[in-house]
């Protein structure tokens, strides 16, 4: 059973101002999560969660994070720029990105933040642009799959990040020969994990990489950064993450491993964008249409450019029918948008109550990974972005986008000028 943090009445009261479709997040559960986390790693002097701007890259909502401690992880110039309005500097940055344009390495020196590159010949493409910095992190990939005692979980073998192992000795030889004092590492192995195991067995990969690098190349390894992963679930019957077992189970990774090696003082970071926000987000939508062919139809006015998680990956999202909870789930829908695309629906053969024209439709988990994977196909606009604050006030965090915004970009045209 999964509960949305907004009842009827209150979106009844919300849509009079702000009318759906619309996302929606909760800053109690995005506030309470966060101090979870930092709770299950406080064992660790130097922790610090960077939250993966991309997954919600709004401002408000990464003032919220930033309040309870949080870095930001950012891999694109724009990123960057938020990050830099949010008063983000230095060691507040993680810039992870990869196949990165020089001006984004030139931002990210600018901002003096953390670079952690992806791969062996960034170092010298690095060099040539701003030149190396003291502190800098590289990416490793294991290559191969990523198993755990449970089974396989990824395939890095088959991803496009990080240096390989050899790279990753020569290239801290080098860095530091080239003037580099302060070395992270970091991975990203697999994602939206839903397993405590996760984090604790890519802990003690890293931690046993550390040790060995600081043996052949000599060099200071200050920090460890996990990067992303952690899931949610996103169907009723999964299991929770439990952020406490996994802090406890990299912690004792931390003691087998690093410990004993003498690095007791390095610092673990995270990069965690799902587990902080997807579950504090709704996309609330209205039943404008039903249709009824060869399978029954509700048409919603959201469509997939407001989530795009089912249309591209086949992703299961849950659905509240508000005000139905306890009747019967006895029809089978297919819950679509409007794109001209077949793949624009949110639920297929889903039971659900009966739906009627004007009921309000909750998406859920749709906080990470949601909104910001918007577009505008079919000249479809973005939703706007509300807050729920601990208040129980409603605040606009961001304003949907109007025919302006989609015409915006022919500024330098007579030919849509009267639209813009
Ligand atoms: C996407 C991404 C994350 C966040 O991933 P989640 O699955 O949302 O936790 C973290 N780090 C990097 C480098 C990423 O690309």
Same mark, same amino acid.
């Given at each position: 059973m999964k509960t949305p943090f907004v009842t009827l009445e209150q979106l009844q009261e919300i849509t009079q101002k702000y009318p759906t479709p619309f996302h929606i997040y909760d800053e109690k559960g995005i506030r309470e999560n966060a101090r979870k986390l930092n709770k299950a790693f406080e064992w660790n002097k130097g922790f610090k969660e960077y939250f993966a701007v991309k997954a919600t890259p709004n401002p408000y909502i990464i003032n919220i994070l930033k309040e309870e401690g949080c870095g930001v992880d950012c891999s694109s110039l724009t990123e960057l720029m938020l990050a830099e309005a949010l008063g983000y500097s230095g060691e507040g940055i993680m810039f992870s990105s990869n196949a990165t344009p020089p001006e984004e390495f030139i931002k990210a020196t600018e901002l003096n933040s953390i670079i952690n590159l992806d791969d062996y010949t960034h170092i010298d493409f690095l060099d040539k642009i701003v030149g190396i910095p003291e502190t800098i992190c590289c990416r490793f990939n294991p290559g191969g799959v990523f198993k755990t005692a449970n089974g396989i979980m990824d395939n890095?073998?088959?991803?496009?990040?990080?240096?390989?192992?050899?790279?990753?000795?020569?290239?801290?030889?080098?860095?530091?020969?080239?003037?580099?004092?302060?070395?992270?590492?970091?991975?990203?192995?697999?994602?939206?994990? #839903?397993?405590?195991?996760?984090?604790? #067995?890519?802990?003690?990969?890293?931690?046993?990489?550390?040790?060995?690098?600081? =043996?052949?190349?000599?060099?200071?390894?200050?920090?460890?950064?996990?990067?992303?992963?952690?899931?949610?679930?996103?169907?009723? $019957? =999964?299991?929770?993450? $439990?952020?406490?077992?996994?802090?406890?189970?990299?912690?004792?990774?931390?003691?087998?491993?690093?410990?004993?090696?003498?690095?007791?003082?390095?610092?673990?970071?995270?990069?965690?964008?799902?587990?902080?926000?997807?579950?504090?987000?709704?996309?609330?939508?209205?039943?404008?249409?039903?249709?009824?062919?060869?399978?029954?139809?509700?048409?919603?006015?959201?469509? #997939?450019?407001?989530?795009?998680?089912?249309?591209?990956?086949?992703?299961?999202?849950?659905?509240?029918?508000?005000?139905?909870?306890?009747?019967?789930?006895?029809?089978k829908y297919d819950i679509t948008g409007s794109l001209c695309e077949n793949n624009d629906k949110f639920a297929i053969d889903r039971m659900l109550p009966k739906i009627d024209i004007g009921d309000f439709v909750v998406i859920h988990d749709t906080g990470a990974h949601g909104f910001s994977m918007g577009y505008n196909y079919n000249g479809k606009l973005r939703s706007s972005e509300l807050l729920l604050k601990e208040d129980g006030a409603v605040q606009l965090i961001r304003r949907a986008e109007t025919p302006k915004d989609y015409f915006i970009t022919f500024d330098f045209s007579d030919i849509l000028k009267d639209a813009q």
């Open positions: 890095p073998g088959d991803a496009k990040y990080g240096f390989t192992k050899e790279q990753l000795i020569d290239g801290f030889i080098r860095l530091k020969e080239m003037g580099a004092k302060t070395f992270g590492i970091h991975s990203f192995l697999a994602s939206n994990t #839903a397993s405590n195991e996760y984090y604790p #067995a890519l802990a003690a990969i890293l931690f046993e990489l550390a040790v060995e690098l600081k =043996e052949k190349t000599g060099v200071d390894i200050k920090f460890i950064n996990l990067s992303g992963g952690v899931g949610i679930p996103y169907k009723p $019957d =999964e299991m929770e993450n $439990d952020i406490m077992e996994i802090g406890e189970g990299v912690r004792k990774a931390y003691e087998q491993i690093l410990v004993p090696a003498g690095m007791g003082d390095v610092a673990i970071f995270t990069e965690l964008g799902r587990y902080m926000l997807a579950p504090f987000g709704h996309l609330v939508a209205t039943a404008v249409h039903e249709k009824h062919i060869y399978k029954e139809y509700i048409g919603l006015d959201a469509c #997939a450019v407001n989530l795009m998680r089912p249309a591209m990956y086949g992703a299961y999202h849950h659905i509240t029918v508000m005000g139905k909870e306890n009747e019967p789930y006895d029809h």
